[in-house]
């Protein structure tokens, strides 16, 4: 084989992928912005705090688990606090850290957005698809996944733990917290 070049079928099945990552995540992200004012940052962010113990993470482990430079978790949490969806408060046995928390409207904000992320998923990707079309998908990025984690990543949290639940952690409580 090759090694300098992919082959027909590998070029295809490239293209059609990151066609289908790149659409998808576009719609969402379009979503996001016009009907929520969030960025998918935002979002992300905003996910990962409400399905944590008391709506809160040292910034260093959020960055660590979000694949992201702490450099640009900073400039993230920054436009976040200007706009009043998270603060940050001191990290507990770590003077030099800090915990991104997510404040009251943090919460209103997810808590609103988070039914039509699930929607578009759902219009663009879920029900697109077959239930065999789901398993394979399945299985294909699992095969993917588990190579990532063995060969390229260094014991850190892998992304699906945004996505574990068709829930997020407290939303039955929104006032929680």
């Given at each position: 084989m090759d090694q300098e070049r992919l082959d027909?079928?590998?070029?295809r099945a490239w293209i059609a992928f990151q066609r289908m990552r790149i659409e998808v995540n576009e719609v969402l992200a379009r979503r996001l912005a016009r009907d929520f004012g969030l960025t998918e940052a935002d979002f992300v962010i905003l996910l990962r705090l409400s399905r944590s113990p008391e709506y809160r993470l040292r910034a260093r482990d959020m960055a660590v688990a979000l694949h992201w430079e702490r450099?640009?978790?900073?400039?993230?949490?920054?436009?976040?606090?200007?706009?009043?969806?998270?603060?940050?408060?001191?990290s507990e046995g770590d003077a030099r850290g800090y915990?991104?928390?997510?404040?009251?409207a943090g919460r209103v904000a997810f808590q609103a957005a988070w039914p039509?992320?699930?929607?578009?998923?759902?219009?663009?990707?879920?029900?697109?698809?077959?239930?065999?079309?789901?398993?394979?998908?399945?299985?294909?990025?699992?095969?993917?996944?588990?190579?990532?984690?063995?060969?390229h990543c260094s014991g850190a949290e892998t992304i699906d733990s945004h996505y574990s639940a068709a829930?997020?952690?407290?939303?039955?409580?929104?006032?929680?917290?």
């Open positions: 027909e079928r590998e070029t450099s640009r978790l900073s400039r993230q949490v920054s436009r976040m606090e200007a706009r009043g969806t998270v603060t940050r408060a001191p915990d991104v928390v997510l404040t009251d039509a992320w699930v929607e578009g998923i759902r219009h663009c990707f879920a029900d697109v698809l077959s239930g065999e079309q789901l398993d394979a998908l399945t299985g294909i990025a699992e095969a993917i996944d588990t190579h990532y984690s063995a060969q829930l997020p952690r407290h939303a039955e409580h929104p006032g929680a917290g």
